[in-house]
């Protein structure tokens, strides 16, 4: 929050309140224990998931999480009638399988895609190559370096949410609402079967 | 075109460093138009009826700016307490811990700016930071992501299901409630006059094309 620079953030209300939210991180601070990882290994794996992690696995992470937790609270929402509940859960379902394998393939293709497209110009570099190679005067680009790679996952996930504005609508939207259809139409037809079968007992 | 490769070298020096922004930025934009994509899909389904579509329509809006919110409030928060972790000191690896005592930093006097844990200090201010520049941003970017990606899940699959639920399930009741009246009102009361209506028409002269 502090981050955010509005004028109002300038005045003396302004002040008090960076004041009390650094006063508040350092009560935090002083709560949590000084760490430091001494294992190789467990460093080299922090360091990893920053270089490997992009938007794209991010959405996949965030994806198998989601499919375990909100169909869960969908399910027992008490506050709506079993029929709404039902529909809720198969939306959710859908929404969450469809959206993680539109979201991670399309950022995954337009992240690789801008790699593709934003080598430093040298020798032998064809120029469509480099269309996306940034400029900046004060020091000189390593290709190779972390911040290049990081530039790179950047503009390819900007480049993959414009992607995304029309495949929202055109691909995420109908399949969707598809599978919202086909989950609704099992679970109706696992009912059906349950009372009949509950009748021929009776 | 040259004002194009600027813009790239902005991007490259606002994100190329702290990958973990861009994926909170980033994030929250995939969400709103997600959301948006899917209150269609709702609307424009036949097999959903009016009165689920009356819970799943506030559901999905409320899905957006309960993510935005949230994502804003404790993603940030998180990542940003994740990295004053690293910067201050507390969370680091044996090699800048190292590099800290040959600076003369320590944890002892609290009441010192050059203070590991004190909101103020940070190591990237150091005038020897070069020194430990790659190990340190390999470890910050790390700890930053898995925080922005631990944050987001707390945030998007646990506390906005349970919050946008609440919302969609009182919009649905107060819908619900609008079209019953509606509902209870055509059955109840015909349309037609009323006693007091009639009257008055009939002390006129004329009332519309019948003469009383």
């Known amino acids: ?202 | 075109m040259k004002s194009f490769g600027k813009m790239l070298g902005t991007l490259y020096k606002r994100y190329g460093e702290n990958p973990g922004n861009m994926l909170v930025h980033t994030g929250v934009l995939g969400w709103v138009l997600s959301s948006l994509a899917q209150v269609g899909a709702v609307v424009f389904n036949d097999k959903i009826s009016t009165a689920q579509k009356t819970f799943l329509v506030p559901q999905e809006i409320a899905d957006a700016a309960v993510n935005i919110l949230s994502f804003y409030v404790i993603t940030s928060s998180i990542k940003r307490l994740a990295s004053k972790l690293v910067s201050t000191g507390k969370l680091s690896t044996t090699s800048i811990r190292e590099f800290l005592k040959k600076e003369g930093v320590t944890s002892k006097n609290r009441n010192n700016i050059d203070c590991i844990g004190n909101i103020k200090f940070n190591i990237e201010k150091l005038d020897n930071f070069p020194k430990i520049k790659d190990e340190y941003l390999s470890f910050k970017n790390g700890i930053d992501v898995t925080a922005s990606t631990l944050g987001s899940i707390i945030s998007c699959n646990l506390i906005t299901p349970v919050a946008r639920n609440q919302y969609a399930a009182v919009k649905q009741k107060q819908a619900m409630a609008k079209m019953n009246k509606a509902e209870e009102n055509r059955v109840i009361y015909p349309k037609g006059i009323t006693m007091a209506q009639y009257q008055n028409n009939s002390a006129m002269h004329y009332s519309g094309n019948l003469k009383i």
């Open chain 1, 1 to 202: 929050m502090s981050g955010i620079n509005f004028p109002i953030m300038n005045n003396i209300f302004g002040r008090y309140v960076r004041k009390n939210i650094s006063r508040i991180e350092q009560g935090i601070l002083n709560i949590i224990p000084d760490t430091t990882y001494k294992s190789e290994k467990a460093v080299k794996f922090i360091g990893s998931i920053g270089k490997n992690i992009s938007s794209a696995e991010q959405r996949l992470i965030l994806g198998a999480s989601a499919l375990m937790s909100q169909p869960f609270i969908d399910a027992h929402n008490k506050r709506v009638d079993e029929d709404t509940r039902k529909v809720s859960v198969a939306k959710t379902i859908s929404k969450i399988i469809v959206g993680t394998t539109t979201g991670f393939l399309i950022r995954k293709g337009c992240i690789k895609a801008i790699k593709e497209c934003s080598k430093l110009p040298a020798p032998g570099v064809k120029k469509c190559r480099t269309i996306f190679a940034p400029e900046i005067d004060e020091f000189k680009l390593n290709e190779n370096s972390d911040d290049y790679k990081q530039y790179q996952n950047t503009f390819g996930t900007i480049a993959a949410l414009v992607v995304m504005m029309f495949t929202n609508f055109l691909i995420d939207a109908p399949l969707t609402k598809y599978f919202t259809n086909l989950l609704m139409d099992k679970s109706k037809n696992k009912e059906n079967n349950k009372s009949t079968v509950s009748g021929g007992a009776k």
